[in-house]
C-alpha cells in the first residue's frame, strides 16, 4: 500500500496547477500525480492553432511545467497510467496496474473528453477528435494526404481548426447546424460577420446542415447531412463539444449531470477531495447559479493550492484570469 498526502489524478494544467500550489506552501508533503497519456501536462489549447500549423512541431514547448520541474520538486509522476477505481470512503484509489494509494486529499483533474454525435460511423478511419498529442498529429498527418477536408461543428474549436487548416492551404469546409459561426457566444450580426470572414478567406461553409453520419467501410468516404446531402470527403475533424470525464467517479456524490459540483474553494461535497479545470461544476458570482469553468477560467487559474498556514487547510481558489480565445487567426 502506497500512501501519500496529496493525489492528483489527471496529469492535465489543472493538475499540474495543483502540483505548483501544493509545493509553493507545502514543501514537504508526499504529493503523486497520475495521467492516462503517455505525455507530461501539456497546453492543450495550443493544439488546435500554433502547434497544429508549424512544420516541426516541438513538443518540449507544449509542456507547462516541463519533467524537470516535477523531479525538482519531489513530485512523482505516473504518466501512462489510469486509475481504474476511486474509493471515497477509504480515501483510496487503484491503478490499473494493481497497486493502491492511500490519499489523505485528492484532486480531480481528469478534464474532458469529445463528444460523440449519436450517428454511424464516428469510429471509421480518418475520423479525428482533436482532444490530444496524438490526435493534431494523427491530423496533420492525415491532412497532407487528403484532398478535402470536412470540419463538423461550429463552437470555437471547429473555428480554430478550420483557420488553421486554411492557413496551411488545405481545402477546407465546415458544416454547421445553425445559421452562424458560435452562435452560443455570439450576437447574430456579429456571428454573421465572423462567418462570412472565413468564407472570403476560402473555408467552404455549409451552414444549417445537421450531420445524419459517415458513411464508408474502413475509412471516411462521405458525410451525410439530415437534408440528405452527401459530402464527398476523405477527412473530417469533429468538434461537436466536450463533456466532463466522469467514469471514475459516475454513482457518486462527485458526479453530477454537468460536472463535478464544488464550492467557491472547489471543494466537493466530500470534505478533502477538490475537482478543477473541465471537471469542475463552479458558482458563478456573475450570472448565478454554476457553470463550467473551461473557457471562462484557465485551468492553469482553476488549480487549487494549499493554504500556507498548515498542510491540513482546505485548497484555495486563486484570482482567476480571463483565458482569451482567437477565433479570426485567419
Same mark, same amino acid.
Given at each position: 500500500?502506497?500512501?501519500?498526502?496529496?493525489?492528483?489524478?489527471?496529469?492535465?494544467?489543472?493538475?499540474?496547477?495543483?502540483?505548483?500550489?501544493?509545493?509553493?506552501?507545502?514543501?514537504?508533503?508526499?504529493?503523486?500525480?497520475?495521467?492516462?497519456?503517455?505525455?507530461?501536462?501539456?497546453?492543450?489549447?495550443?493544439?488546435?492553432?500554433?502547434?497544429?500549423?508549424?512544420?516541426?512541431?516541438?513538443?518540449?514547448?507544449?509542456?507547462?511545467?516541463?519533467?524537470?520541474?516535477?523531479?525538482?520538486?519531489?513530485?512523482?509522476?505516473?504518466?501512462?497510467?489510469?486509475?481504474?477505481?476511486?474509493?471515497?470512503?477509504?480515501?483510496?484509489?487503484?491503478?490499473?496496474?494493481?497497486?493502491?494509494?492511500?490519499?489523505?486529499?485528492?484532486? /480531480?483533474?481528469?478534464?474532458?473528453?469529445?463528444?460523440?454525435?449519436?450517428?454511424?460511423?464516428?469510429?471509421?478511419?480518418?475520423?479525428?477528435? /482533436?482532444?490530444?498529442?496524438?490526435?493534431?498529429?494523427?491530423?496533420?498527418?492525415?491532412?497532407?494526404?487528403?484532398?478535402?477536408?470536412?470540419?463538423?461543428?461550429?463552437?470555437?474549436?471547429?473555428?480554430?481548426?478550420?483557420?488553421?487548416?486554411?492557413?496551411?492551404?488545405?481545402?477546407?469546409?465546415?458544416?454547421?447546424?445553425?445559421?452562424?459561426?458560435?452562435?452560443?457566444?455570439?450576437?447574430?450580426?456579429?456571428?454573421?460577420?465572423?462567418?462570412?470572414?472565413?468564407?472570403?478567406?476560402?473555408?467552404?461553409?455549409?451552414?444549417?446542415?445537421?450531420?445524419?453520419?459517415?458513411?464508408?467501410?474502413?475509412?471516411?468516404?462521405?458525410?451525410?447531412?439530415?437534408?440528405?446531402?452527401?459530402?464527398?470527403?476523405? /477527412?473530417?475533424?469533429?468538434?461537436?463539444?466536450?463533456?466532463?470525464?466522469?467514469?471514475?467517479?459516475?454513482?457518486?456524490?462527485?458526479?453530477?449531470?454537468?460536472?463535478?459540483?464544488?464550492?467557491?474553494?472547489?471543494?466537493?461535497?466530500?470534505?478533502?477531495?477538490?475537482?478543477?479545470?473541465?471537471?469542475?461544476?463552479?458558482?458563478?458570482?456573475?450570472?448565478?447559479?454554476?457553470?463550467?469553468?473551461?473557457?471562462?477560467?484557465?485551468?492553469?487559474?482553476?488549480?487549487?493550492?494549499?493554504?500556507?498556514?498548515?498542510?491540513?487547510?482546505?485548497?484555495? /481558489?486563486?484570482?482567476?484570469?480571463?483565458?482569451?480565445?482567437?477565433?479570426?487567426?485567419?
Amino acid at each position: 500500500m502506497i500512501r501519500r498526502d496529496y493525489l492528483i489524478v489527471g496529469a492535465s494544467i489543472g493538475g499540474a496547477s495543483a502540483c505548483e500550489g501544493i509545493r509553493k506552501y507545502d514543501k514537504r508533503g508526499s504529493v503523486t500525480l497520475v495521467g492516462a497519456e503517455v505525455f507530461p501536462p501539456y497546453k492543450r489549447w495550443i493544439l488546435s492553432k500554433s502547434f497544429l500549423r508549424e512544420k516541426e512541431p516541438n513538443l518540449k514547448k507544449l509542456q507547462e511545467p516541463d519533467e524537470r520541474w516535477f523531479r525538482a520538486h519531489k513530485i512523482e509522476t505516473r504518466f501512462g497510467t489510469l486509475v481504474t477505481q476511486f474509493n471515497i470512503e477509504r480515501r483510496l484509489a487503484v491503478l490499473a496496474n494493481g497497486e493502491s494509494i492511500e490519499f489523505n486529499k485528492a484532486c /480531480l483533474a481528469m478534464g474532458s473528453r469529445p463528444v460523440r454525435p449519436p450517428v454511424a460511423g464516428t469510429n471509421l478511419g480518418n475520423v479525428i477528435y /482533436l482532444r490530444t498529442i496524438r490526435d493534431a498529429l494523427a491530423l496533420r498527418e492525415m491532412a497532407n494526404l487528403e484532398r478535402g477536408i470536412m470540419v463538423v461543428g461550429g463552437g470555437l474549436l471547429a473555428c480554430e481548426a478550420a483557420a488553421s487548416l486554411r492557413l496551411m492551404k488545405h481545402k477546407v469546409g465546415l458544416m454547421h447546424r445553425d445559421p452562424f459561426l458560435l452562435n452560443r457566444y455570439l450576437d447574430p450580426e456579429t456571428g454573421t460577420w465572423l462567418t462570412d470572414y472565413f468564407a472570403k478567406h476560402g473555408v467552404v461553409l455549409s451552414m444549417g446542415e445537421s450531420l445524419n453520419g459517415f458513411e464508408g467501410k474502413t475509412v471516411l468516404r462521405n458525410i451525410q447531412t439530415k437534408s440528405g446531402n452527401r459530402f464527398p470527403v476523405g /477527412l473530417a475533424v469533429v468538434a461537436c463539444g466536450a463533456e466532463p470525464n466522469l467514469d471514475l467517479v459516475r454513482n457518486t456524490p462527485l458526479s453530477g449531470p454537468h460536472g463535478s459540483p464544488v464550492t467557491e474553494y472547489l471543494e466537493t461535497e466530500e470534505k478533502g477531495i477538490y475537482a478543477v479545470g473541465d471537471l469542475a461544476f463552479y458558482p458563478d458570482r456573475i450570472m448565478g447559479g454554476k457553470s463550467l469553468l473551461p473557457v471562462i477560467i484557465k485551468a492553469t487559474s482553476s488549480g487549487p493550492f494549499c493554504c500556507a498556514s498548515n498542510r491540513s487547510a482546505r485548497w484555495i /481558489l486563486p484570482r482567476p484570469s480571463c483565458a482569451k480565445p482567437k477565433a479570426n487567426e485567419l
